[in-house]
């Protein structure tokens, strides 16, 4: 199965919610790594640690480098990469999926902000620009719809390991495991 | 097609982005009304109205109503309540997307954040307790997929009514038609 990992562009710190938000959906719908590019911030840092402590990993993150780098290496290592946008190729119209999926490769999917350098978007950095419907939403639930078609809705049954919490599904109420 | 209405519970002003983004993907992913409950906020009533306005219809939304009152209300006309909480019973793993199905009826979709009151629940309230994965993510990535797989995938592919922007799926670049 092809590793996936997201890369955060563009996060500001009045975005610490949903930016948050972008790394437990990463990590809930099976990517294996989430770098936030440029910025360091602790807040998020601390969550994602509480958060793989808790419920389980493995799930890696880095903070603080430089997209650029991120996409150079990515490549060098041949990855490719799907930049999430409203103005790509729509998910359900489209067979974008099928041909991301057709080249087997590991895939780092960049999930950007409004304002997104143009860059993004040419095939020096873009493998593929991938609109989760072409109506505007939310990063969070475009990295999330497209983790859940890509791993075609396994991701959902994922077990983590070295939890030490862990919720029973249930029809009613709240069945919670510790250990 | 049954109807869709989504019902935002437990709004703070410091959740601005996160209710909003909730709102867009309700309005993204086939829903027709939105509803927050219990609380008023101008920034978000005028950036759905600016959604609205700018990429079409039709979409509701009513701000600042009893949760209570909005549950009695769906009931008596018939329909049936989900509620999304990371308890549930597991959209991928059980059947219970078959079952919403079957009823057939018009769906209120409650969206909470951590601490819900334990009427949500219960039968009294919620006829399905779903969860998006039993994992810790996001109420925007929850409602997001469960729609997603709601109408199948088609909700992406929604045309709205009375545009003024609307993007033209494309590879490279961004292709904007505005009237």
């Given at each position: 199965?092809?590793?996936?990992?997201?890369?955060?562009?563009?996060?500001?710190?009045?975005?610490?919610?949903?930016?948050?938000?972008?790394?437990?959906?990463?990590?809930?719908?099976?990517?294996?790594?989430?770098?936030?590019?440029?910025?360091?911030?602790?807040?998020?840092?601390?969550?994602?640690?509480?958060?793989?402590?808790?419920?389980?990993?493995?799930?890696?993150?880095?903070?603080?480098?430089?997209?650029?780098?991120?996409?150079?290496?990515?490549?060098?290592?041949?990855?490719?990469?799907?930049?999430?946008?409203?103005?790509?190729?729509?998910?359900?119209?489209?067979d974008?999926?099928r041909r991301?999926?057709?080249?087997?490769?590991?895939?780092?999917?960049?999930?950007?902000?409004?304002?997104?350098?143009?860059?993004?978007?040419?095939?020096?950095?873009?493998?593929?620009?991938?609109?989760?419907?072409?109506?505007?939403?939310?990063?969070?639930?475009?990295?999330?719809?497209?983790?859940?078609?890509?791993?075609?809705?396994?991701?959902?049954?994922?077990?983590?390991?070295?939890?030490?919490?862990?919720?029973?599904?249930?029809?009613?109420?709240?069945?919670?495991?510790?250990?």
């Open positions: 199965m092809p590793k996936i990992a997201v890369l955060r562009w563009g996060h500001r710190f009045r975005d610490e919610r949903v930016t948050t938000h972008v790394a437990l959906v990463a990590r809930a719908f099976g990517a294996s790594e989430f770098i936030v590019a440029d910025v360091e911030d602790e807040g998020i840092r601390a969550t994602i640690e509480k958060v793989v402590k808790q419920w389980g990993g493995p799930f890696d993150f880095r903070m603080n480098i430089s997209w650029k780098q991120v996409v150079r290496e990515w490549k060098k290592k041949g990855g490719i990469v799907v930049h999430l946008t409203v103005y790509g190729e729509n998910l359900q119209t489209s974008v999926l991301i999926k057709q080249t087997g490769n590991d895939v780092l999917v960049i999930v950007g902000s409004q304002k997104v350098p143009g860059e993004f978007f040419s095939e020096k950095v873009s493998d593929f620009n991938v609109a989760v419907g072409n109506q505007p939403h939310s990063e969070v639930s475009s990295l999330a719809v497209f983790l859940d078609r890509f791993f075609d809705g396994k991701a959902l049954e994922k077990e983590f390991e070295g939890w030490r919490i862990k919720v029973e599904p249930s029809s009613r109420g709240k069945h919670v495991l510790k250990q």
